[in-house]
Structures are given as structure tokens and as C-alpha cells.
């Protein structure tokens, strides 16, 4: 791997060290409207259990806590140093008991099986070491009904090609692609 490469993931891919509290900043900023975005996509509703596997600095998990007011939020995300930003960006929603966040990876989430109604990813897949074991976990701790929401912006890196393929071959249904301002996002079903 170059030098360039891998600084990019220190600082963005799996945020470590300065690289990655740098990277988290940059990353909250960047990934609100993609946020934003996705939870409007998966009509996110006050009493909904709601995942975000990736959640970087936390700025979606921020987002949900405003509509999620009597459901649950939960995330995971592989950085030490993104939980920590996200833990100190969502300090008051997990001292309520409202969001609770975890160091882990997407390809062993340590959730109960049908825990979830919603459960999305912002500009975290392409850097899961296995998409297939990670999307197959995600779809195993949601409910029968749940939505998934796979948002990238234009800056991730991640191609919108086979996304719809991908989600079919997890196991999901319903799937297809949205587009907006460069902005894509794959949403899918558990049936």
C-alpha cells in the first residue's frame, strides 16, 4: 500500500492517531448532508430502533437522536478514536439512554437477532474488510419489514454498480438506487 493510501485511511478509511481526529472533523462536516439524506430516506419516526454501522464522528447518530426521541439508536464503528468523537458529540442522548455506541466491526455486530426497524451506512462500506459478512449481520439484527440505507457521497470512493446486487445477494429485497446532487444512496428491505 502507498504512503498516500495509507494516510487516507488513518484518516478517513480506519481514523486513527492525529490522521484520524483530523479525518473526523473533515468527516463530520462532509457527511451531514449525506446524514441528513439518509435518514429522510428511511422515514426515520420517533419510536424507531435505529442502527448506523460506520458511524464515524457520530454526526448521523446526532441526527437521529433529534427525531428518535422514544425508540433506540444504536451504532458501531472499528476506529477507537470515532467512537470517542461520537461519544462526546452524542453526550447527552447516551447519558439518557437513548443511543448506545460500541467499538466493533460490521462483520460481527453485537446485537440481537430482529432488534432493528432501520439500520444505514454513510461512506463506510467501501472500507469494510468483508461487505457481504457485514450486510448479512446488518440484515440479521433487523426486523422482518426494516429498511437499510447504503449513502455515499461523491467523495467515498465507493461505486454506485453493484450495490443493488449486493444487497439481493445479502439476502435483502426491494433494492434499488436513489441519486441526488452526486449523492447515491442503495435502500433495500428485509422481507
Known amino acids: 500500500m502507498s504512503l498516500a493510501k495509507r494516510i487516507l485511511m488513518r484518516a478517513f478509511g480506519r481514523p486513527q492517531g492525529i490522521p484520524g481526529r483530523v479525518g473526523g472533523f473533515i468527516m463530520a462536516r462532509i457527511n451531514?448532508?449525506?446524514a441528513t439524506w439518509a435518514i429522510d430516506r428511511l422515514d426515520v419516526q420517533p419510536d424507531d430502533s435505529v442502527l448506523e454501522v460506520g458511524f464515524g464522528p457520530g454526526v448521523g447518530v446526532q441526527l437521529l437522536a433529534q427525531t428518535v426521541?422514544?425508540?433506540r439508536i444504536a451504532?458501531?464503528?472499528?476506529?477507537e478514536e470515532m467512537v470517542a468523537q461520537a461519544k462526546v458529540r452524542n453526550a447527552q442522548a447516551i447519558a439518557?439512554?437513548?443511543v448506545d455506541l460500541r467499538r466493533g466491526s460490521a462483520e460481527r455486530l453485537p446485537f440481537d437477532d430482529n432488534t432493528f426497524q432501520k439500520a444505514l451506512a454513510i461512506?463506510?462500506?467501501q472500507v469494510w474488510p468483508d461487505a457481504m459478512a457485514g450486510l448479512r449481520e446488518m440484515r440479521r439484527v433487523m426486523k422482518i419489514g426494516g429498511t437499510v440505507?447504503?449513502?455515499f457521497n461523491r467523495h467515498s470512493g465507493q461505486p454506485k454498480h453493484g450495490l443493488?446486487?449486493?444487497l439481493m445477494a445479502a439476502g435483502f429485497t426491494d433494492a434499488h438506487v436513489?441519486?441526488?446532487d452526486g449523492d447515491f444512496c442503495a435502500l433495500a428491505r428485509k422481507r
Open 32 to 34: 451531514r448532508r449525506t
Open 69 to 71: 426521541v422514544t425508540g
Open 75 to 79: 451504532g458501531i464503528d472499528c476506529s
Open 96 to 98: 439518557a439512554r437513548r
Open 123 to 125: 461512506n463506510s462500506l
Open 149 to 151: 440505507a447504503l449513502c
Open 164 to 166: 443493488v446486487e449486493l
Open 178 to 180: 436513489d441519486d441526488k
